[in-house]
T-cell receptor, first 114, second 114 residues
């Protein structure tokens, strides 16, 4: 296993379009997290899953943001009707809560809304 | 609510000099504290974490941090800076060990002068 994988690495989209990002966690990890990082800022927590259950979603930025982890493996983050303010790096991380391991981060998906 | 303040958005040191990156936290319960490093266009990598065991925590790449409850601080140090240490450093806090996500500071950009 090579770590947390995110796809695509870069996405340019026009304002108003929908975008979807994928995250493949480390295979034995049961928790998966999404963060947003804007320029000059630290990562901002969005949501997380334990297996397929989404345990926290109140910090998703608006109802245009949604995330799924249907089979408890990979996850997707969708942004509908994108706005220029959505331009940011979207980071995924995973951890194994039972083993108390740290969260390992992927390289992120950089979104640019034009 | 938890929060993290990193003093100094940019820190510049000479190669071989002491590195000191400051982090102060706010938490209503005994915190778990983390330092992450981010290289350009990369995800975050854990340097070290404090989990209420020893107050002096040693991490990777020669970094260490000391938890001081009285000062609500968790400053990161390295005795001798190396050019490869140039990166963005983030301090983060959690009251659940990180299992429910982390609250990050805004980051400190470390510049190493030759």
């Amino acid at each position: 296993d090579t770590g947390v994988s995110q796809d695509p690495r870069h996405k340019i989209t026009k304002r108003g379009q929908n975008v979807t990002f994928r995250c493949d966690p480390i295979s034995e990890h049961n928790r998966l997290y999404w963060y947003r990082q804007t320029l000059g800022q630290g990562p901002e927590f969005l949501t997380y899953f334990q297996n397929e259950a989404q345990l926290e979603k109140s910090r998703l930025l608006s109802d245009r943001f949604s995330a799924e982890r249907p089979k408890g493996s990979f996850s997707t983050l969708e942004i509908q009707r994108t706005e220029q303010g959505d331009s940011a790096m979207y980071l995924c991380a995973s951890s194994n809560v039972g083993g108390h391991t740290e969260a390992f981060f992927g390289q992120g998906t950089r979104l640019t809304v034009v | 609510a938890q929060s993290v303040t990193q003093l100094g958005s940019h820190v510049s040191v000479s190669e071989g000099a002491l590195v000191l990156l400051r982090c102060n936290y706010s938490s209503s319960v005994p915190p778990y504290l983390f330092w992450y490093v981010q290289y350009p266009n990369q995800g975050l990598q854990l340097l070290l974490k404090y989990t209420s065991a020893a107050t002096l925590v040693k991490g990777i790449n020669g970094f260490e941090a000391e938890f001081k409850k009285s000062e609500t601080s968790f400053h990161l140090t390295k005795p001798s800076a190396h050019m490869s240490d140039a990166a963005e450093y983030f301090c983060a806090v959690s009251d659940t060990g990180g299992a429910d996500g982390l609250t990050f500071g805004k980051g400190t950009h470390l510049i190493i002068q030759p």
